[in-house]
T-cell receptor
Framework: NAGVTQTPKFQVLKTGQSMTLQCAQDMNHEYMSWYRQDPGMGLRLIHYSVGAGITDQGEVPNGYNVSRSTTEDFPLRLLSAAPSQTSVYFC?????????????FGPGTRLTVT | GDSVTQMEGPVTLSEEAFLTINCTYTATGYPSLFWYVQYPGEGLQLLLKATKADDKGSNKGFEATYRKETTSFHLEKGSVQVSDSAVYFCALSDSGGYQKVTFGTGTKLQVIP
């Protein structure tokens, strides 16, 4: 199993450009999430999905869109990049349960917006 | 809402020293508690977990006990190695339908030979 994969690993964008960060998992997990990691702030939830066709906003959703057409894939779209979106982005997946299930993380995408 | 507070880093220790990283939490209900570790350039991976009060999670010589009375989940290791250098995150997961996970800010550990 590849686990959770993310592409690209690094990306530089200019302000106003759009792009899609790809995330895929091969563990048949129902739950998938996108986080951003910023120094001194830990991980903050952007959007999440509890199954194909179902998504919801997390703590910091503004400027990002998601969709979940299949169980495996959960892309994150930046609509119009801003310098404040410079961060490291992690995708994670987990099996449904009552809170005891661990999250499996991808290796991350380091995004710089100039 | 839920929150996790962990000690500020960085923490620098000599090899074979004793490690404690403090973590306290605020949550309604009965959350599950986790420690994740992030090695340089990688994503987070689960180190250990505990799902109810007085449970002790352990892995790779690390351990943490779920203390409901003090709302704490401190990470300990008796003898650290250089390979333990990483960032450690305390986290809690609520028991709701989505299992929303709340992370602490992370504590960077550097172990020197």
């Amino acid at each position: 199993n590849a686990g959770v994969t993310q592409t690209p690993k690094f990306q530089v964008l200019k302000t106003g450009q759009s792009m899609t960060l790809q995330c895929a998992q091969d563990m048949n997990h129902e739950y998938m999430s996108w986080y951003r990691q910023d120094p001194g702030m830990g991980l903050r939830l952007i959007h999440y999905s509890v199954g194909a066709g179902i998504t919801d906003q997390g703590e910091v959703p503004n400027g990002y869109n998601v969709s979940r057409s299949t169980t495996e894939d959960f892309p994150l779209r930046l609509l119009s990049a801003a310098p404040s979106q410079t961060s490291v982005y992690f995708c994670a997946s987990s099996a449904p349960g009552t809170g005891e299930k661990e999250q499996y993380f991808g290796p991350g995408t380091r995004l710089t917006v100039t | 809402g839920d929150s996790v507070t962990q000690m500020e880093g960085p923490v620098t220790l000599s090899e074979e020293a004793f490690l404690t990283i403090n973590c306290t939490y605020t949550a309604t209900g009965y959350p599950s508690l986790f420690w994740y570790v992030q090695y340089p350039g990688e994503g987070l991976q689960l180190l250990l977990k505990a799902t109810k009060a007085d449970d002790k999670g352990s892995n790779k010589g690390f351990e943490a006990t779920y203390r409901k009375e003090t709302t704490s989940f401190h990470l300990e290791k008796g003898s650290v190695q250089v390979s333990d250098s990483a960032v450690y995150f305390c986290a809690l997961s609520d028991s709701g339908g989505y299992q929303k996970v709340t992370f602490g800010t992370g504590t960077k550990l550097q172990v020197i030979p």
